[in-house]
């Protein structure tokens, strides 16, 4: 852990801030076209166009910063690297397929409904009967809803990075985990011949990782 914070900021640091750069430029842009956004047409579709863009960009930014990470390359070594590697192994599909951020989005409002109910039950057994109760137990349940959502949503961020980074070591060396986890590396390429026949095929893994057996219930 020291040694890749050490990494970050030192011989990494230039590449976070040259991904950073170009989301930067495109929430200027987006700035400044913002206030012709109510007089004129052109300017809503140029916002909207940029807007597509940053979102592009964050999420290649996403998947760079965790190569880097991981291989020390640049950001757009990283960039090039990431991209023609989930291209040869067709992992493209499994990409945008992935489910996670949905999941943990559920996730988080659930968070936030719980820490919602129990900020608000706690408001309206203590307090004495009043008539600013209800308004009470209602702006408790509020704040505690978004505390709940924004708390939830730092460890959500970290499981979503841990994520990416399993999807980008599996894609570059999956024989790595199976000489320390052995029995993940069963999971996943069980998961992986079920639901991704072809992708697995085409990754250049077939002949390396064979399909597991289907044992026939009695």
Known sequence: MSNS??????????????????????????????????????ACIIDYILQIIEKLIGYLNDWAFTFAALTGEGFVQASRSF???????????????????????????????ISAAAGGSIIYITMIQ??????AVICVSLISFVIGIFMSSIITTLLTSCVRTVFV???????????THPEHLEKLTKVWHKFYPEEFTTSGYANQFKEPPVYSQC
């Not at 291209?87 to 397929?97: E, F, L, M, V």
């Not at 009043?130 to 308004?135: F, G, N």
């Not at 070591?169 to 000489?179: I, Q």
Request: with cysteine.
């Open 130 to 135: 009043s008539p600013e109760k209800h308004i």
């Open 5 to 42: 914070i050490k990494r970050a900021f030192t011989r990494n640091l230039g590449t976070i801030c040259f991904g950073s750069l170009f989301q930067a430029i495109i929430k200027a842009l987006r700035f400044f076209t913002g206030d012709g956004r109510k007089k004129s047409i052109i």
């Open 83 to 113: 991209i023609n590697l989930f291209k040869q192994r067709g992992w493209t599909a499994i990409i945008n397929d992935s489910i996670v951020g949905t999941t943990l989005m559920f996730i988080n409002l659930g968070i936030g409904i």
């Open 169 to 179: 070591c599996f894609a570059l060396n999956p024989a790595a985990l199976g000489a």
